[in-house]
């Protein structure tokens, strides 16, 4: 696709790459950060201004009771910021991962596919050497040779 394209979409690109995948979602953390830097210190001189904004008759607490759910709604917009920090990074996790399990699974097909060829088509199996002629030859003496003199003509079993 050329970038003349109208339909075309440069995230298009990104999505199609996991490395670009990754540092577009890495910009898009530092951002979201810097906004959270910004937001903490928002929220701290709001609690410091609301809760010493005080009206004529109040009790002592009555300018933190007003303050809370200003400073609720901060909290609030923090931990949703965290969040989406956070899923932005296993978003890039997952991406990463999504093309190594696209990878593994061609060679596991692949691996299997063999396998059922070897099982359908086993190889010949060469013949092995009588085990009694071995030890007729003198090779190997012990439990399989003969007996007594009556046993001499017959091989064991």
Not at 19 to 46: F, H, K, P, S
Request: glycine residues 6%; hydrophobic residues 30%.
């Amino acid at each position: 696709m050329n970038s003349t394209d109208p339909n075309h979409s440069p995230l298009r690109d990104v999505a199609q790459n996991a490395e670009a995948t990754a540092r577009y979602l890495a910009d898009m953390q530092r951002v979201l950060l810097d906004m959270g830097a910004n937001l903490e210190i928002l929220q701290r001189e709001t609690r410091v201004h609301c809760r010493s904004t005080s009206v004529e008759g109040d009790r002592f607490y009555h300018a933190r009771l007003r303050a809370l759910p200003v400073e609720k709604a901060l909290k609030d917009v923090l931990r949703a910021l965290n969040s989406l920090t956070d899923g932005l990074e296993k978003s890039a996790y997952k991406r990463r991962s999504h093309d190594e399990a696209v990878v593994n699974t061609g060679k596991a097909r692949k691996e299997k596919e063999l396998e059922k060829a070897r099982k359908n088509n086993p190889q010949p199996i060469q013949a092995a050497p009588n085990p009694g002629e071995e030890r007729d030859s003198g090779q190997n003496p012990g439990y399989g040779g003969p007996a007594s003199i009556y046993d001499l003509g017959r091989k064991s079993a």
